[in-house]
Nanobody, 121 residues
Framework: QVQLVESGGGLVQTGGSLRLSCAAS????????MGWYRQGLGTQRELVATITTGGSPNYADSVKGRFTISRDNANNPMYLHMNSLKPEDTAVYYC???????????????WGPGTQVTVSS
């Protein structure tokens, strides 16, 4: 089991910056890919960025060049640095972690409760 808790959300003006953090606890040794997703009001949850254990990032086209995902070697914490924020970035941001239990040959997904990011115009 892995528990995830996000922090760092808040209200910021257009063009501003925020840094989100995701603290993991529990079986963090089993974590593989981690990432951030977001869900705006009335929209589906969408990928923002993911990062592998090797540190390879993947970004949604809408945030490339503005957001940076990072994590340390111990999988804890993970960050999302958000620059040049736009009103359309307003959403609840969720931390995500994928674990692998080798003995069971199974993957599991875990989600944090989310943190609100609001960008005012």
């Amino acid at each position: 089991q892995v528990q995830l808790v996000e922090s760092g959300g808040g209200l910021v003006q257009t063009g501003g910056s925020l840094r989100l953090s995701c603290a993991a606890s529990g079986a963090i040794f089993s974590i593989r890919t981690m990432g951030w997703y977001r869900q705006g009001l009335g929209t589906q949850r969408e990928l923002v960025a993911t990062i592998t254990t090797g540190g390879s990032p993947n970004y949604a086209d809408s945030v490339k060049g503005r957001f940076t995902i990072s994590r340390d070697n111990a999988n804890n914490p993970m960050y999302l640095h958000m620059n040049s924020l736009k009103p359309e970035d307003t959403a609840v941001y969720y931390c995500y972690a994928e674990t692998v239990v080798v003995a069971l040959n199974k993957r599991f997904e875990y989600w944090g409760p989310g943190t609100q990011v609001t960008v005012s115009s």
